[in-house]
């Protein structure tokens, strides 16, 4: 009888220490997550862009947000999101769409290096006699350097995974980066 008391005691001695230390633990966690939060958001700057091209039957529409993160002023880590749709009337119509990693580095304030892994899903539908289909991802790796002014920087990007199944037409490209 004398250890089944003893044993109640425990139990509610025990339930009464964690019930205390989940309050105040939680109440540290809700001061904590209040602050850091609001510091975060100071961090996070979003930027994208947005691209239309128009021609003789040919069409070429992309919208492709993205956000970063500055860990400081001089390294930041952001994910992007890309759709883009094209057609060349006769001859084909297809959807990209993905998404990537970036890694933006400043050594200086004007010179802004980069690093971009994307993985894009491609989705051809070709028009003619032999009409056909192509699904498949690609995958880039663009390694890049620019001059920063302010919110943008105007730069070029090389493809390092560049081959001949590549979407896009060269490995080196222009580009314009715009981050608020």
């Not at 975060?40 to 070429?60: A, E, M, N, P, R």
């Not at 492709?64 to 001859?91: D, H, M, R, W």
């Not at 970036?102 to 993985?119: F, G, H, T, Y």
């Not at 028009?127 to 690609?138: C, E």
Request: aromatic share 14%.
């Amino acid at each position: 009888m004398k250890k089944t008391h003893q044993l109640a005691i425990l139990r509610s001695f025990l339930i009464l220490t964690t019930l205390f230390s989940s309050c105040f633990l939680s109440a540290q966690q809700q001061t904590i997550a209040h602050h850091s939060q609001s510091d975060f958001w100071k961090k996070v700057q979003f930027g994208g862009g947005i691209g239309l091209s128009f021609g003789s039957q040919y069409t070429d529409i992309s919208l492709a947000p993205s956000a970063i993160y500055n860990f400081n002023e001089y390294v930041a880590l952001g994910l992007g999101a890309q759709y883009t749709y094209i057609k060349q009337k006769n001859y084909y119509a297809s959807h990209l769409y993905g998404g990537s990693i970036v890694a933006l580095l400043n050594p200086i304030k004007e010179i802004q290096l980069s690093a971009e892994l994307e993985e894009l899903r491609v989705n051809v539908n070709l028009i003619g006699s032999n009409s056909n289909s192509q699904d498949y991802w690609n995958t880039g790796l663009f390694l890049g350097a620019g001059y920063r002014t302010g919110n943008v920087t105007i730069g070029a990007r090389y493809n390092v995974l560049n081959d001949n199944n590549n979407v896009y037409g060269t490995a080196f490209m222009p580009f314009v980066r715009v981050y608020f």
